[in-house]
């Protein structure tokens, strides 16, 4: 049995077709959050984490002025200790593909730190070089945020900002990779997430990706 009724799959998914992006908040079970934290705090104090770059494969460069965070590429090889974090994103990927009749195939995720100070700028989600990420997803890790603490994720509508999403401990924001203009907010705390992509292609290149 999935994490999730049909009911609720339904209630996103329709929200995310209707809006481009929804809010879901404690989106993981409590035993699967705790998991998914635990594993990112040791890979951050054994300094697992690399400067994130912008641009696809072969155009990547760093550019602190635009972005600002650190990241460690996830395989389900290998990270094997979030294995109910992938069986959760691929459910995901099949209500997906069964309610709105997508064609996704795979998934590339990281986890993102952005040490205080740190932002990223208004952008898409997907490359002209490489158009293949469908559904952005990020889960925030953040416990005792704060207003004033930053690091909101900035949607954006008409050219306008549309909404300023916290990023509080098991919210989950998900939108289309191809029309959502976003940016992360200066943080002046450290911030966390899980970060990624569903794809309708397999990924390929996605650990030389920012």
Not at 162 to 187: G, W, Y
Request: with cysteine.
């Amino acid at each position: 049995m999935g994490a999730y009724t049909d009911d609720e799959w339904l209630a996103w998914i329709d929200q995310l077709s209707a809006e481009d992006y929804v809010v879901i908040d404690e989106f993981l079970p409590k035993d699967i959050y705790q998991t998914l934290r635990s594993f990112f705090l040791e890979h951050l104090k054994q300094d697992d984490f690399s400067k994130a770059g912008i641009g696809a494969a072969g155009n990547r460069q760093i550019a602190a002025s635009i972005r600002g965070d650190y990241i460690y590429w996830l395989t389900k090889e290998r990270d094997v200790t979030l294995l109910p974090v992938f069986q959760l994103l691929e459910e995901l990927i099949q209500k997906l593909n069964r309610y709105c009749f997508l064609s996704l195939s795979g998934y590339e995720f990281h986890l993102a730190h952005y040490p205080s100070g740190t932002f990223y700028r208004r952008h898409l989600d997907q490359f002209r070089e490489r158009n293949n990420r469908m559904i952005s997803i990020i889960i925030y890790l953040n416990e005792l945020w704060n207003e004033g603490d930053g690091g909101e994720l900035i949607v954006y509508r008409d050219n306008e900002v549309h909404e300023k999403i916290q990023p509080l401990a098991n919210r989950c924001a998900m939108f289309r990779s191809d029309c959502v203009e976003h940016e992360v907010s200066e943080t002046r705390i450290s911030r966390y997430s899980l970060t990624g992509w569903l794809l309708y292609q397999p990924p390929g290149l996605g650990q030389i990706l920012g």
